[in-house]
């Protein structure tokens, strides 16, 4: 296990904000936020070990919570269970454990597991929980619980036709905008209570995709009860047309009174808008120096940003995957690559890492390197991959937006309201959907990008050499320096054409430039006006526009200096720190 004073650092902030957490009269949510890489897990895993603390513990993976598990049996501890399914425990045991480790879906899912650990123990949340706050249902759902009703001759038939009616209704409106709005639905006196739904499930419904056919709507009908369903009309990204979706959301932490998230990425992903935000800084964990992260960014190829266009075009799958290994040729060395799960397969056949590792990930050589090739979203948190000296990132994980408007809500632990609505309304983020989206695809580049040796800090807080590569058409310089702190950064255009990213003619002057000092003069410290004209003729005549736009310069590490008249004068130059 790697260590260093900065990882003992950590160790003892969490030991500090768990021991406050524990003996406080208050309730609600702590955060502990600290890089990748600066022990956070191994701290509190400690942490319990060493102060005995009853706790319930939620992780991401079943692998996650087999290597927590082994950590405490490793140090010793009597009193641990692991609570999964096939996990070789029952939940029963929980009662008689001290520490309770179970994946976030268990831990934090509609069944209330405090029957069993009891309510009064200290939630840990390892990582933000992403995959059990927020579903959504099509028409078809509904259409499919009534079928399902009417071959089991359940008493609710009926409450499902009704509430079949009303969806048809819902669908039938011509109005083609993008809407958000609550959901109403009430169903009438005569229809079945959805205790008694259940009951009818557990009693005559004998096949598992039955039984979720209808549980999904009974949760939707569920969440409208308590305010936390909506209907939204959103954009349809595989054929150009809107569809009425109706999405609801579970709140983060239902179950437990104390709940601590450890993330290096909570104030980016939902929680920066709690109503414990405040907690955020309550304890600052260690902030990495990223001073040995050499980036290169590539720009975005012809290519549309919307990955389902690209995998089911031929020509553009290839050109995807050819752009990547020309990405994968800037490397050395032991590779991480990161893709949409869509595409995932044709990169791995295509870097011939055919070879599954039963999780979803692939491996394999390619041109003498070992090679990974994993999906955004997977993996967070792990240090499968800590050896890799290269991490390619390409494109990023674009969730829909009615899912990032559930998030907003779930994890705020906020109900459906006029105010939430008008900040989507006309299906146009503002305010805090807006904060969350962009948050969102930066905490994935955080991330994704240091699943490499950029995890491993030494002693003075500088993390380990490594390259990161990426193309995505929506990186900006300044965002990426926010979440590297004094990384390297340069731009690297592929030589061949068809690589090329997709030239606007509408793009201002001042931007052209600073394109070319970066592509074609990254590693020189000055570069003269005159130069630049080789590549953009008419750069001389916006000599103005240019001093007006050196704050833009300057955050790139370039500043343009106007020509200087007389005997000692000097002609414009842009001026740059080099790479």
């Known amino acids: 296990m790697h260590t260093s004073k900065v990882t003992e650092e950590t160790k003892a902030k969490v030991a500090t904000l768990l021991n406050k957490v524990v003996a406080t009269d208050q309730n609600g949510t702590w955060f502990f936020r600290s890089d990748t890489g600066t022990g956070k897990t191994t701290g509190f895993i400690e942490a319990v070990e060493n102060y005995g603390l009853d706790v319930a513990i939620a992780v991401p993976t079943t692998e996650d919570v087999d290597n927590v598990y082994k950590a405490f049996i490793d140090m010793g501890h009597p009193a641990v269970m692991k609570w999964y399914v096939g996990s070789g425990t029952v939940k029963e045991d929980a009662k008689f ?4 480790i179970g994946t976030h879906k268990w831990l934090l899912g509609d069944a209330n597991p405090t029957g069993h650990t009891g309510k009064n123990r200290l939630l840990i949340i390892d990582e933000v929980p992403n995959d059990i706050t927020a579903i959504d249902l099509k028409g078809s759902d509904v259409i499919r619980a009534r079928e399902v009703a009417e071959a089991y001759n359940l008493k609710s038939v009926g409450s499902f036709l009704k509430l079949e009616d009303w969806v048809q209704d819902q669908l039938a409106s011509d109005d083609v905008r993008p809407s958000y709005e609550k959901m109403e639905y009430r169903p009438s006196k005569s229809s079945t209570s959805l205790a008694d739904v259940e009951k ?3 009693k005559k419904v004998d096949r ?7 549980r999904k709507v009974t949760t939707l009908l569920e969440a409208a009860k308590d305010g936390r369903a909506y209907k939204c009309k959103v954009r349809n990204t595989s054929t150009g047309g809107f569809q009425v979706l109706f999405a609801c959301f579970k709140f983060c932490n239902q179950w437990f009174d104390k709940q601590v998230i450890f993330s290096a990425t909570s104030h980016l992903d939902g929680f920066q808008f709690h109503k414990d935000k405040d907690r955020l800084l309550d304890v600052d964990g260690v902030l990495v120096d990223y001073s040995n992260l050499k980036f290169t ?3 975005w190829p012809k290519l ?3 990955i389902p266009k690209i995998v089911g075009n031929r020509a553009m799958r290839q050109l995807a995957t050819d752009h990547i290994k020309s990405m994968f040729d800037l490397g050395s060395g032991t590779t991480l690559v990161v893709v949409p799960k869509l595409i995932k397969t044709d990169v791995a056949y295509s870097l ?4 599954e590792d039963g999780q979803g990930a692939h491996e394999g050589m390619f041109q003498g390197r070992k090679v ?13 991959y800590r050896e890799c000296e290269t991490v390619i990132l390409w494109s990023n994980l674009y969730k829909p937006k009615h899912t990032t408007f559930s998030e907003l809500l779930a994890r705020n632990e906020e109900r459906v309201n006029d105010h939430n609505l008008s900040e989507v309304e ?9 904060g969350l989206q962009q948050g969102q695809l930066l905490a994935g580049i955080k991330q994704m990008g240091c699943r490499g040796t950029a995890r491993n800090v030494d002693d003075n807080g500088i993390c380990a050499p490594m390259h990161l590569i990426m193309s995505w058409d929506g990186l900006e310089e300044a965002q990426l320096k926010g979440i590297f702190p004094n990384l390297q950064y340069r731009t690297h255009t592929p030589t061949e054409d068809r690589l090329k990213p997709r030239v606007t003619s509408k793009q201002p002057v001042p931007q052209k430039v600073l394109h070319t000092l970066k592509e074609k003069y990254h590693d020189r410290v000055e570069v003269s006006l005159q130069e630049v004209c080789t590549w953009i003729p008419n750069a001389k005549k916006h000599t103005k526009k240019f001093a007006e736009c050196n704050d833009m310069f300057k955050m790139h590490g370039w500043e343009f200096i106007p020509t200087v008249k007389g005997r000692y004068g000097e002609p414009a130059k842009f001026v740059g720190k080099g790479f």
């Open 352 to 355: 011939n890492a055919s070879q």
């Open 208 to 214: 598992e995709e039955d039984k979720k056919a209808i």
């Open 297 to 299: 960014h590539v720009p």
């Open 200 to 202: 009818e499930i557990l």
């Open 372 to 384: 990974y090739v994993t999906n955004w979203g997977r993996d967070v948190g792990s240090n499968a």
């Open 426 to 434: 006309g299906g146009r983020f503002t305010g805090r959907p807006k």
């Open 97 to 100: 454990s001290k520490v309770v």
């Open 304 to 306: 549309d940003k919307y």
